[in-house]
T-cell receptor, first 111, second 110 residues
Framework: DTGVSQNPRHKITKRGQNVTFRCDPI?????LYWYRQTLGQGPEFLTY????????KSRLLSDRFSAERPKGSFSTLEIQRTEQGDSAMYLC?????????FGEGSRLTVL | GQNIDQPTEMTATEGAIVQINCTYQ??????LFWYQQHAGEAPTFLSY????GLEEKGRFSSFLSRSKGYSYLLLKELQMKDSASYLC???????????FGTGTLLAVQP
């Protein structure tokens, strides 16, 4: 399967712990996006990479969130000192031109 | 500001036609996308409009009016499997990021 891959698919953690999600985009795609989605809402933009450069971050992204794409291939999204409000589905998407291809998402539950 | 508006829920009957409307306001605009999302799954691409007019793809069609900031998704010959959330998203400029609406949850009834 050559689609966008995300792991872990599910993560349950206690408040205050750090979590990291990984995204492997479609191999020829130079653009990578992270979104967050909560129940009944559409995906909310978090950050965007073109190759290894992080070109845009949402103002909603607090300093507890950090994302990297060190070699312009896979990306990681780390959340430090998790809070219950961080519980959501974290979606990764990649593209080459216009259309975004989404992964299955990583569901985070903070207890 | 950037804003995407679409109805929260719609109900339709199997075999019928349904139109899901979307209005948008974005600071930049490179096109309008529609995605389908079944519960617990990733959004999947349905259609893309960058010029005014109607794009038809099988049972699904999408329309765009850039001057009115308006789009709709038309689903014909509805099937039970079409029950899903339909997300309207505007391409907001240089980064090609998509700004999504809240989604329209469509329930198809027998």
């Amino acid at each position: 399967d050559t689609g966008v891959s995300q792991n872990p698919r599910h993560k349950i953690t206690k408040r205050g712990q750090n979590v990291t999600f990984r995204c492997d985009p479609i191999s020829e795609h130079n653009r990578l996006y992270w979104y967050r989605q909560t129940l009944g809402q559409g995906p909310e933009f978090l950050t965007y990479f073109q190759n290894e450069a992080q070109l845009e971050k949402s103002r909603l992204l607090s300093d507890r969130f950090s994302a990297e794409r060190p070699k312009g291939s896979f990306s990681t999204l780390e959340i430090q000192r998790t809070e219950q409000g961080d519980s959501a589905m974290y979606l990764c998407a990649s593209s080459y031109t216009g259309e975004l291809f989404f992964g299955e998402g990583s569901r985070l539950t903070v207890l | 500001g950037q804003n995407i508006d679409q109805p929260t829920e719609m109900t339709a009957t199997e075999g019928a036609i349904v139109q899901i409307n979307c209005t948008y306001q974005t600071s930049g605009f490179n096109g309008l996308f529609w995605y389908q999302q079944h519960a617990g799954e990733a959004p999947t691409f349905l259609s893309y409009n960058v010029l005014d007019g109607l794009e038809e793809k099988g049972r699904f069609s999408s329309f765009l009016s850039r001057s009115k900031g308006y789009s709709y998704l038309l689903l014909k010959e509805l099937q039970m499997k079409d029950s899903a959330s339909y997300l309207c998203a505007a391409n907001g400029g240089a980064t090609n990021k998509l700004i999504f609406g809240t989604g329209t949850l469509l329930a198809v009834q027998p």
